[in-house]
Nanobody
Framework: QVQLVESGGGLVQPGGSLRLSCAAS????????IGWFRQAPGKEREEISC????????NYADSVKGRFTISRDNAKNTVYLQMNSLKPEDTAVYYCATNRDRTCDYSEYDYWGQGTQVTVSS
């Protein structure tokens, strides 16, 4: 059974850090590019980062560039999202998904995790 499971969310103060994990089971993650998304209440889902499968190339939305870092550990079948300098506007449910476009040039996402809540508040 193909499954993605996010973890690592929680409550953090502004300026703090969290590391989210996206663990895959039932398939080999290294074949896919992986994207991270977030959705805040009342807002549309936002693609915030993607890491390619071939050469590890990454891209980021302007809203997180310089603060978030995506990485992958194919041996652990896991992709990470390191989030630093968190702001209240980063509060959202964060999702990972597999991208059939292995370069991250296109958004062709198919398998999704269930999401993990991140709340940034003092």
């Amino acid at each position: 059974q193909v499954q993605l499971v996010e973890s690592g969310g929680g409550l953090v103060q502004p300026g703090g850090s969290l590391r989210l994990s996206c663990a895959a089971s039932g398939f080999t993650l290294d074949y896919y590019a992986i994207g991270w998304f977030r959705q805040a209440p009342g807002k549309e889902r936002e693609e915030i980062s993607c890491i390619s499968s071939s050469n590890g190339r990454t891209n980021y939305a302007d809203s997180v560039k310089g603060r978030f870092t995506i990485s992958r550990d194919n041996a652990k079948n896991t992709v990470y999202l390191q989030m630093n300098s968190l702001k209240p506007e980063d509060t959202a449910v964060y999702y990972c998904a597999t991208n059939r476009d292995r370069t991250c040039d296109y958004s062709e996402y198919d398998y999704w995790g269930q999401g993990t809540q991140v709340t940034v508040s003092s």
